[in-house]
């Protein structure tokens, strides 16, 4: 195939992957309440709308509060899970590392019911801190990849260097390896930040019915019919992700995060 | 390797606080989960515990046998059209430059971030009556009036392929970016053309991680929960919303959690069929 025809077959793709999300965003201008394409009256009347309203603004606080913490508590356990397991071999280290991608393997449904009967069981059923501990034991993957990666990557004789010149363990930590791997502590944050914001089904589960997060305020709207408020929120979420991960694609290095070996900066 | 192993770089105990994490929050949700799929229907809308398979039994009935056959063939679909469309798009995309497979890449983390009920709205805009691409066909003059193809198999399908693709593609970017461009270079000189060092050695190179990819695919969309809701009618809805249904609308706690531990078994099979896939052939 020529090069011009991959490109094509390329590009055709990424605009189908894209058409729903201009429509969208074409539907969000409309001026009057209704879904038309093309917009009637456009004006960006609903964006404002959509700061204004608390029925609104209430779960796109729950939603950021917990994205926010959730992610922290991710990294929190994905950092020294990455650490013990590095360099170990061990049955311990191999379970560890089951544990920490097996949640994320699954259907998500399976997670959501465990931790709906967990947390009823226990007691935080309906609380935005079940929430949070749910979403960060379920993201728990993303930091530990990242992490990972960024540890396989760390020359060993830079330890040996920093250890010959009497650093201890903690010396090492700090000033070796902590600075390396902050670069992918923090995408690994926005990864699983990015997917709490997003996720459904298990903030659904754990505490739908009273810490209601943006997807859940959406898909609850969706039933009494479409506003354009629904097309301002989508197109502010898509837009956010897009931008949480251009800054990774551009301080970062994408291509290797994903798994590409041969990858380089221009 | 010899050296270190004198002294880690890490404590021990440092895997104590994930360990206790995980299995406190992770293994013991399972756990109970697994007791309450045995303990016996309270009709109050809980369970009282006990050891009975009736949970289990209901399997055996006509309507679970329908769930599965929809969830499976829809999924089944879904997944092959993904891989099928993801393949020579990801071989494609592993060529270009670093800095237009990041930009790429970025398009695609960004819809397959978004949320389902986020794709479902846009997806059903795009089908609908007054938005969609029924309008366009009817200023084209395709077809005589607007029309809507949503609800429909064919919306929750397109729907499940457009979550389903970018993953696909991150699922096969590795291997295949790290295929030896010399093998399809050697072809090329031995006189292979495009299309034949294409399906005569890539693909068969690739056979494992094709394989992988699809059965994760498969499970990815398996665990569809609002698409199916939104995008189809209720004869398909799947698994994943029959389990949400019977546990928080039905009350039936044990059905549901009974059916979950039933797909979790299935999702753990395939996902290490997969990586035994992908370990055979291809992941070098």
New interface residues.
């Given amino acids: 195939m020529t090069r011009a025809l991959k490109t094509t077959y390329v590009l055709v793709i990424l605009a189908l992957l894209l058409a729903p999300l201009v429509i969208v965003a074409a539907v969000s201008l409309n001026g009057p309440q209704s879904l038309r394409f093309p917009p009637v009256d456009p004006s960006l009347r609903w964006y404002g709308e959509l700061f204004r309203q608390s029925e609104w603004l209430v779960p796109l606080r729950h939603s950021l509060v917990i994205a926010a913490c959730a992610a922290a508590l991710a990294v929190a356990i994905a950092l020294p899970l990455a650490l013990y397991v590095w360099e170990r071999r061990g049955i311990a280290a191999k379970a560890l590392t089951g544990m920490g991608l097996a949640p994320f393997a699954l259907p998500p449904v399976i997670s959501a019911l465990g931790f709906m009967i967990f947390w009823m069981t226990l007691g935080g059923y309906g609380r935005i801190y079940a929430t949070i501990i749910s979403h960060g034991i379920f993201l728990v993957t993303l930091p530990l990849v990242t992490i990972s990666l960024g540890l396989k990557g760390i020359d060993r004789s830079l330890i040996e260097a920093a250890r010959v010149m009497g650093a201890g363990r903690w010396g090492v930590f700090r000033t070796v390896i902590l600075p390396l791997l902050i670069p992918y502590m923090v995408s690994g944050y926005a990864f699983a930040f990015v997917l709490s914001l997003n996720e459904y089904i298990i903030a659904y589960m754990v505490a739908g019915f009273t810490v209601e997060t943006l997807p859940i305020k959406i898909f609850n709207a969706l039933r009494y019919g479409y506003t354009p408020i629904l097309a301002v929120v989508s197109v502010i979420f898509a837009a956010l992700s897009a931008l949480i991960f251009g800054l990774i694609g551009r301080f970062g290095n994408l291509p290797r995060l994903l798994g590409a070996e041969r990858s380089q900066h221009d | 390797m010899s050296?270190?192993s004198v002294?880690?770089?890490?404590?021990?105990w440092?895997?104590l606080?994930?360990?206790a994490?995980?299995?406190l929050?992770?293994?013991?949700?399972?756990g109970?989960?697994l007791a309450?799929s045995v303990a016996h229907r309270d009709v109050s809308g809980?369970y009282e515990w006990s050891f009975e398979w009736d949970s289990y039994a209901r399997f055996l009935s006509a309507f679970f046998g329908k769930v599965m056959a929809v969830s499976i063939s829809v999924s089944l679909t879904a997944a092959a059209i993904c891989v099928a469309?993801a393949f020579?798009?990801t071989v494609?995309?592993?060529n270009m430059?670093?800095?237009a497979?990041?930009?790429?890449?970025?398009?695609?983390?960004?819809?397959l971030?978004?949320?389902?009920?986020?794709?479902g709205?846009?997806?059903s805009?795009?089908l609908?009556q007054?938005?969609?691409i029924g309008?366009l066909f009817h200023w084209l003059g395709l077809i005589d009036e607007p029309r809507a193809y949503t609800p429909s198999l064919f919306a929750l399908i397109t729907g499940l392929c457009?979550i389903g693709?970018?993953f696909a593609v991150?699922v096969l970017?590795?291997p295949v970016?790290?295929l030896d461009p010399e093998i399809v270079e050697a072809a090329r000189v031995m006189g292979a053309s495009?299309?034949r060092a294409?399906f005569g050695v890539i693909v068969p190179n690739l056979r494992g991680a094709i394989v992988g990819a699809f059965i994760l695919v498969f499970?990815?969309t398996?665990?569809s929960?609002?698409l199916p809701q939104?995008l189809g009618r209720s004869e398909h809805w799947t698994l994943?919303v029959h389990?949400?249904d019977q546990?928080?609308y039905q009350s039936n706690?044990p059905f549901?959690?009974a059916m979950?531990v039933f797909?979790?078994l299935v999702?753990?099979a395939l996902?290490g069929l997969a990586s035994l896939a992908g370990r055979e052939r291809g992941a070098a």
């Fill in positions: 050296a270190t002294q880690t770089a890490t404590p021990r440092l895997g606080w994930p360990a994490m995980l299995t929050f992770f293994l013991v949700p399972f109970i989960m309450v809980f469309l020579p798009f494609f995309l592993s430059g670093h800095r497979q990041t930009r790429i890449l970025v398009v695609l983390l960004s819809a971030a978004l949320s389902e009920v986020i794709i709205f846009s997806l805009t795009l609908s007054t938005a969609g309008n457009y693709f970018p991150l970017y590795p970016s790290r495009g299309p294409f499970v990815f398996l665990g929960y609002l939104l994943s389990i949400t546990a928080v706690l549901g959690a979950s797909l979790m999702a753990l996902v």
